[in-house]
């Protein structure tokens, strides 16, 4: 089945194209994650056939939970000052 992006999703891939993009449900609140073809192939292999994505939702969320407020992003947030 192929679903055919919106205009919001166009738009965020395009602003960090090499991340996924964490969407949510607003009726169900259900969190997914969408990712490039050849970045999914590149995962795919490293989880083997045995491997069912719904094994790994527990790790995704809490990997995205501190999102920008993650230790560390501080950093981030300052790195032009801080590069030279």
């Known amino acids: 089945m192929t679903v055919t992006l919106t205009r919001e999703q166009r738009e965020a891939i395009a602003a960090h194209p090499d991340f996924p993009l964490e969407l ?3 009726e169900t609140n259900r969190r997914y ?5 050849d970045m999914y192939e590149r995962l795919k292999g490293l989880l083997g056939e045995g491997f069912h994505a719904s094994e790994v939702y527990a790790a995704v969320d809490r990997a995205f939970a501190e999102g920008w407020n993650a230790q560390g992003m501080d950093d981030y947030d300052h790195y032009e000052e801080r590069r030279q």
């Open 33 to 37: 994650v969408l990712v490039s073809a």
């Open 24 to 26: 949510v449900d607003p």
